[in-house]
């Protein structure tokens, strides 16, 4: 059986959990770390576009593009964090599905 772990965000978010435990921890902190700064860049380029202020296409791709794209950019360099990003491409990919099968359930 799998041990699916809970956030309360729900399942999804123990696809990136399980890929950042299996990291050694310098690793594992710098991937939370990266993280944490691509959601904060594409924060603010999404605010930026919706107040008007001109933002470069490739910074309002769909997220999941983002996110594989950073994935694929960091595996090619092998960097051992690429597969936190491609996790957490996945749990958007599966955040999504869960919103189009159950259209009232917040992800």
Request: glycine share 4%.
């Amino acid at each position: 059986m799998t041990d699916y772990r809970t956030t309360k965000h729900g399942m999804h978010d123990s696809i990136v959990w399980q890929v950042l435990i299996r990291m050694i921890v310098p690793v594992e902190q710098r991937a939370r770390k990266q993280l944490a700064d691509f959601f904060a860049q594409a924060h603010v380029m999404a605010d930026a576009d919706e107040r008007g202020v001109h933002v470069s296409p490739s910074e309002l791709r769909p997220l999941i593009e983002q996110l594989d794209a950073e994935a694929d950019r960091l595996a090619g360099l092998g960097d051992p964090i690429a597969p936190a990003f491609k996790a957490w491409s996945e749990s958007v990919r599966l955040a999504e599905r869960v919103s189009e099968m159950e259209p009232g359930y917040i992800v």
